[in-house]
């Protein structure tokens, strides 16, 4: 079986500071790994993938995640938030035909 | 493209009626899946379809009936519609699951 843990419920961050939020997975074999992104009212839409290529992956608006197997970690960051930037995260583990979410991560970006 | 569409946006139905929720996508896409979304829990997976004529349940089947006749359409079906299915529903597709999944803008459902 696999699951998806996203350590924080929110997070809050001042605008031109760091993001980071945590997600913790388990899988008995080597998974995908996904990041996804809703903003209010919307549907989802990829931020990054990691699918055992490099360890560290890089997505789109400044986003990326590193893959550590020795921790099952796949923690999002950014050096520099943005107030576009504030939405509800997902961690996604991919395995054997189904995804499994975590139960997501509220981002706060205070002017 | 159109990418994924879902139709209606939004319904209210009452308890025990039934309704047909749409998904189209025109990316011809093999893999489509259907989810729910209620506060705090993500999205956790109904049915999903790996190619026409097969589909496969997934953690919260009960309730939803689905069919798969053309690679383009994936309907979900709540066959006796209950309070507990209050909630937002999101169609996806992708070339496999291992792939970027392409999300629908969603469907609002109230059942009273």
């Known amino acids: 079986a696999q699951s998806v843990t996203q350590l924080d419920s929110h997070v809050s961050v001042s605008e031109g500071t760091p993001v980071l939020l945590r997600c913790n997975y388990s899988?008995?074999?080597?998974?995908?790994l996904f990041w996804y992104v809703q903003h209010p009212n919307k549907g989802l839409q990829l931020l990054l993938k990691?699918?055992?290529?490099?360890?560290l992956v890089k997505g789109i608006n400044g986003f990326e995640a590193e893959f550590k197997k020795s921790e099952t970690s796949f923690h999002l960051t950014k050096p520099s938030a943005h107030m576009s930037d504030a939405a509800e995260y997902f961690c996604v583990v991919s395995l054997v035909g189904q995804l499994t979410f975590g139960s997501g991560t509220q981002l706060t970006v205070l002017p | 493209n159109a990418g994924v569409t879902q139709t209606p946006k939004f319904q209210v139905l009452k308890t025990g009626q039934s309704m047909t929720l749409q998904c189209a996508q025109d990316m011809n896409h093999e893999y489509m899946s259907w989810y729910r979304q209620d506060p705090g829990m993500g999205l956790r997976l109904i049915h999903y379809s790996v190619g026409a004529g097969i589909t496969d349940q997934g953690e919260v089947p009960n309730g939803y009936n689905v069919s798969r006749s053309t690679t383009e359409d994936f309907p979900l079906r709540l066959l006796s519609a209950a309070p507990s299915q209050t909630s937002v529903y999101f169609c996806?597709?992708?070339?496999?699951?291992?792939?970027?999944?392409?999300f629908g803008p969603g469907t609002r459902l109230t059942v009273t």
């Open positions: 899988s008995s074999y080597s998974p995908s």
């Open positions: 990691y699918t055992s290529a490099a360890t």
């Open positions: 996806a597709s992708s070339f496999s699951v291992y792939y970027e999944q392409y």
